[in-house]
């Protein structure tokens, strides 16, 4: 029994580490990479990753209960509004006339509403 | 009437979720207040649609395959911009391609926009007036035929199956 736990408590432990690491590195890639659509890149994926396996690591800490049951959910949603908010962002950021940076080679995006 | 008996069963079991008990009267209580939302949003939930119950419990393995694909594909996605960054000089070629994509049903659309965006390199960023293409914004974009290739072949064959 007391095995068991401690397993348990371990891997929930090793998800906190995956998650946290996920997260840190996606603020290095915000501060890093060149233009808003690169770093849209980096906070999305690495961030819906990093968030889900944090509550991932809940789940297993507290099992079924209260919290568990929220932190599914709230997985699940993130899950489901991440991309959309990169889009969203990406989108207002094109039309207001936000570049892409220089290394960039094709737009084909900005000739069809001008 | 199809469709509200499945929205309101799904807006129960959130209700559940988000109350932090399952048990049946907090599904019943989620079940009217969930009838109770729809009411006023109906334009927005399609109501009149046909459907039949064996189609969506047929359509469960495929979501399944689906969502699996989907997790794998987030972990890689991760792992590849981790690698972006971690670089000691950051050689990237981004760009914004516009990649046709087969469907026009908005759910097919919604589902495969997400799905680009979670996955390596890519992001979605408008689909066209027409519906015809989406607009993707990808960290590589030297090679854009491979690029429209690997999403046509890859990802909307996932989508379409699960959705349609």
Known sequence: MSTLTTAIDAISMFFFLIGIAFVFLGMIGLLRLPDVYNRLHATTKIGTVGAFSVMIGIVLKVGLSAMGLKAITVGLFLLLTAPIAAHMIARAAHRHGVGLCDESIMDDYGKTYK | ?164
């Open chain 2, 1 to 164: 009437m199809k469709q509200y008996v499945i929205y309101s069963v799904t807006l129960g079991a959130t209700w559940c979720f988000l109350h932090g008990a399952i048990n049946l009267p907090n599904f019943l209580i989620g079940l009217v207040l969930g009838l109770l939302v729809i009411r006023p949003f109906k334009e927005l939930y399609d109501i009149d649609k046909q459907t039949s119950y064996r189609n969506i419990i047929f359509r469960i393995p495929k979501l399944v395959r689906y969502f699996s694909m989907l997790i794998v594909e987030i972990i890689k996605a991760s792992i590849v911009v981790a690698k972006i960054v971690l670089q000691p000089k950051i050689d990237i070629h981004p760009g914004i391609i516009a990649v046709p994509v087969r469907t026009t049903k908005d759910l097919s659309i919604t589902a495969i926009a997400n799905t680009i965006t979670l996955t390596p390199g890519t992001l979605t960023i408008d689909v066209s007036n027409d519906r015809s293409a989406l607009y993707i914004h990808s960290i590589d974009v030297s090679d854009p035929k491979e690029l429209r290739d690997s999403i046509r072949d890859d990802l909307e064959e996932y989508v379409l199956e699960a959705f349609e």
